[in-house]
């Protein structure tokens, strides 16, 4: 008689197997995870460089002052002419969520809000009224700060520590 190979794995060689998936899991999927927060708080960070270059743009194109402005309670950013935004109308207004944002800050002209509605001027000549938005996610020992030029009303992004 002839001997067989077996035909197959072994119930051995198959858990073996599926402990070392189960650990290779285990080890990446915290890193992958981190990654993905980072990825969601940064797309929050340049929506809201974005909606600062919309607003300078409005102004510069209506030839009248525009505002960004961001409710730092419920992490929402939009832009508005500044005329409506004194009018008690209510008007139909797309607010962009910041919803990967754990802290807000915003300073314009000396002030500093931490809760309320921070508000950054544009006006018709590509100027701003200057500020600074703080943005930063629990967890990372980084915040993001985009300062609004007075003169250029351009944004600038950098980095600081907590």
């Known amino acids: 008689m002839s001997a067989r190979a077996p035909n197959g794995f072994t119930l051995i060689e198959l858990v073996v197997v599926l402990i070392l998936i189960g650990i ?3 080890l990446v999927a915290p890193t992958i995870s981190h ?8 797309k929050d960070v340049r929506s809201v460089s974005a909606m600062l270059r919309l607003a300078r743009s409005q102004a510069i194109a209506h030839k009248a002052p525009y505002t960004l402005s961001i409710d730092l309670d419920e992490h929402q950013v939009w832009v ?9 109308q209510t008007r139909h207004m797309t607010r962009l969520p910041l ?14 809000k931490t809760s309320g509605t921070g508000t950054l001027v544009f006006y018709p000549n590509g100027s701003s009224g200057g500020g600074t938005i703080q943005m930063g996610r629990n967890g990372q020992k980084e915040t ?3 300062n609004v030029n007075i003169v250029t009303g351009l944004a600038s992004t950098k980095q600081t520590s907590k």
């Open 24 to 26: 290779s899991v285990a």
């Open 35 to 42: 990654s993905l927060e980072r990825a969601h708080f940064q």
């Open 99 to 112: 919803s990967h944002t754990d802290t807000l800050r915003v300073k314009a002209q000396k002030h500093e």
């Open 80 to 88: 508005d002419a500044a005329q409506q935004q004194n009018a008690k």
């Open 144 to 146: 993001i700060e985009i």
